[in-house]
T-cell receptor, first 117, second 110 residues
Framework: NAGVMQNPRHLVRRRGQEARLRCSPMKGHSHVYWYRQLPEEGLKFMVYLQKENIIDESGMPKERFSAEFPKEGPSILRIQQVVRGDSAAYFC???????????????FGAGTRLSVL | GQSLEQPSEVTAVEGAIVQINCTYQTSGFYGLSWYQQHDGGAPTFLSYNALDGLEETGRFSSFLSRSDSYGYLLLQELQMKDSASYFCASAPYNTDKLIFGTGTRLQVFP
């Protein structure tokens, strides 16, 4: 009964490189969310996906960031040409079909800590 | 816009009771969730209030007052392992994304 799996746990990149963060949702979950957390701050919503569809990307920066959730395989958050300001913890969460109006229990992975040198 | 405000830090001793408040300004409010996050760890779901009143889950209880745009998390019989950050969260406009509060860091002392 594996939970939400994220890898890598830690990722170091130099400015200008690409970062790829992976997330496998819990078994039976069809909804994936990505959040970013800066040190000593709360989680900020980035994007919400279902299989092969981006449902809401209102929290994604317009440039350099993209996300996908293919029919097969994990969800990927991709950051191109990373800058120091991208250093943060990136959390993925998953949920089954929504559990009711407003009630959406999300299950989080352990996160990927991205450090940009 | 959406905003959920919390005190930044709360301290207490083992065995005590502590209340963590959350005031919110959201459009199309549907309910308030609470998550716990230990340092370096993943947020984990604690509680959800859709209606006004108190929800109790073991040592943790959560309260909501829609008329006051206010909620709180109550932790009883505090243990050292309760030292963590606590976030309130809400999903606006019946969307599935969560907007998280500013977070409260709880430190429990022996």
């Amino acid at each position: 009964n594996a939970g939400v799996m994220q890898n890598p746990r830690h990722l170091v990149r130099r400015r200008g490189q690409e970062a790829r963060l992976r997330c496998s949702p819990m078994k039976g979950h069809s909804h994936v969310y990505w959040y970013r957390q800066l040190p000593e701050e709360g989680l900020k919503f980035m994007v919400y996906l279902q299989k092969e569809n981006i449902i809401d990307e209102s929290g994604m920066p317009k440039e350099r960031f993209s996300a996908e959730f293919p029919k097969e395989g994990p969800s990927i958050l991709r950051i191109q040409q990373v800058v120091r300001g991208d250093s943060a913890a990136y959390f993925c969460a998953s949920s089954p079909k929504t559990t009711g109006v407003g009630k959406n229990i999300q299950y989080f992975g352990a996160g990927t800590r991205l450090s940009v040198l | 816009g959406q905003s959920l405000e919390q005190p930044s830090e709360v301290t207490a001793v083992e065995g005590a009771i502590v209340q963590i408040n959350c005031t919110y300004q959201t459009s199309g409010f549907y309910g308030l969730s609470w998550y716990q996050q230990h340092d370096g760890g993943a947020p984990t779901f604690l509680s959800y209030n859709a209606l006004d009143g108190l929800e109790e889950t073991g040592r943790f209880s959560s309260f909501l007052s829609r008329s006051d745009s206010y909620g709180y998390l109550l932790l009883q019989e505090l243990q050292m392992k309760d030292s963590a950050s606590y976030f309130c969260a809400s999903a606006p406009y019946n969307t599935d994304k969560l907007i998280f509060g500013t977070g409260t860091r709880l430190q429990v002392f022996p």
